[in-house]
């Protein structure tokens, strides 16, 4: 007879263990975050003057550029911490939001002339 010492985890140890850790997860993925849209902030001010003077067309495609730039930053920070997600959905945010920039620029020119 062998006497096996086995701990076993159970669900109460790792509820037990992500309540201990949260905060420092919660830090860890709102740097993540923040560090990306710290690097997109700084190329668009350095850029503001150009895109402004550029055709709504062209604007969409920058606007497109750094939203491409985001989600690359995030899935190579994801890819470099052990965390890929390689899900198509994770991309779709990048045509959604250039396709949206047109109609938000057209909707604030407009109450800008109001004002």
């Given at each position: 007879?062998?006497?096996?010492?086995?701990?076993?985890?159970?669900?109460?140890?790792?509820?037990?263990?992500?309540?201990?850790?949260?905060?420092?997860?919660?830090?860890?993925?709102?740097?993540?975050?923040?560090?990306?849209?710290?690097?997109?902030?700084?190329?668009?001010?350095?850029?503001?003057?150009?895109?402004?003077?550029?055709?709504?067309?062209?604007?969409?495609a920058?606007?497109?550029?750094?939203?491409?730039l985001?989600e690359f930053?995030?899935?190579?920070?994801?890819?470099v911490?052990?965390?890929?997600?390689?899900?198509w959905?994770?991309?779709?945010?990048?045509?959604?939001?250039?396709?949206?920039?047109?109609?938000?620029?057209?909707?604030?020119?407009?109450?800008?002339?109001?004002?």
């Open positions: 007879m062998v006497a096996t010492n086995q701990q076993f985890v159970t669900p109460r140890d790792v509820a037990r263990i992500l309540f201990r850790h949260w905060r420092k997860m919660t830090l860890f993925f709102c740097a993540i975050v923040g560090l990306t849209l710290v690097v997109i902030a700084y190329i668009a001010s350095k850029l503001r003057l150009q895109i402004r003077a550029f055709p709504p067309l062209q604007q969409t920058v606007v497109l550029a750094l939203l491409w985001n930053l995030l899935f190579w920070i994801d890819g911490s052990g965390h890929p997600i390689t899900d959905r994770r991309w779709l945010a990048v045509p959604v939001g250039a396709a949206c920039w047109p109609l938000i620029t057209g909707l604030y020119a407009r109450v800008a002339q109001h004002r």
